[in-house]
């Protein structure tokens, strides 16, 4: 059974920083690309980041860049996205999510975690 | 990287069919076919009900169906039962980024 389950959410301060972790199974991870995609209390999907799976090609919404960095560790089947120079607008909760294909960027999430929720506030 | 345009809200009664739109422009939803729709009920994580435009995964009744034209897409659900009462998203690949709609809201009167 795949199963995807994040952590490392919490409050934080203003321009500070966080790290998330999802840890996966059931699933051959170094075969996928993996994203995260948040959701602000109340608001609609984002989708954050995605990473190839050799963590070679790494992709990110405008809004994160050069602020968020997605990696991943195949040997621990862990995907990670650190947070730095946190927002109040990057208050959300924060999925983990796989594509549909192996191999493929392109396409659907077929299996998503159960979330994380990160608050930003003083 | 701007969002797909979705109605806000949709509703139907029970046994009724409705359509959700989702608009985006000739770099996404038009460029490809990697349109995908997700059902979220509240507190709970999003669910796939359609990729590659019209495609169901297995599990998902065929009450459900997308199809697209130009740059828009659409999902319709047929026979409205009371659990299809929740939110939905499109989806399209971008190139080297994914965009999501705002979001439609679907109630079941």
């Known amino acids: 059974e795949v199963q995807l389950v994040e952590s490392g959410g919490g409050l934080v301060q203003p321009g500070g920083s966080l790290r998330l972790s999802c840890a996966a199974s059931g699933f051959t991870f170094s075969s996928y690309w993996m994203s995260w995609v948040r959701q602000a209390p109340g608001k609609g999907l984002e989708w954050v980041a995605n990473i190839k799976q050799d963590g070679s090609e790494k992709y990110y919404v405008d809004s994160v860049k050069g602020r968020f960095t997605i990696s991943r560790d195949n040997a621990k089947n862990s995907l990670y996205l650190q947070m730095n120079s946190l927002r109040a607008e990057d208050t959300a909760v924060y999925y983990c999510?796989?594509?549909?294909?192996?191999?493929?960027?392109?396409?659907?999430?077929?299996?998503w975690g159960q979330g994380t929720l990160v608050t930003v506030s003083s | 990287q701007s969002a797909l345009t979705q109605p806000r809200s949709v509703s139907g009664s029970p046994g009724q069919s409705v359509t959700i739109s989702c608009t985006g422009t000739?770099?996404?939803?038009?460029?490809?076919?990697?349109v995908s729709w997700y059902q979220q009920h509240p507190g709970k994580a999003p669910k796939l009900m359609i990729y590659d435009v019209s495609k169901r995964p297995s599990g998902v009744p065929d009450r459900f169906s997308g199809s697209k034209s130009g740059n828009t897409a659409s999902l319709t659900i047929s026979g409205l039962q009371a659990e299809d009462e929740a939110d939905y998203y499109c989806?399209?690949?971008?190139?080297?980024?994914?965009?999501f709609g705002g979001g439609t809201k679907l109630t079941v009167l």
């Open positions: 999510a796989r594509p549909g294909r192996p191999g493929a960027v392109a396409g659907y999430f077929d299996y």
């Open positions: 989806c399209s690949y971008a190139g080297s980024y994914t965009l």
């Open positions: 000739s770099s996404d939803v038009g460029g490809y076919n990697y």
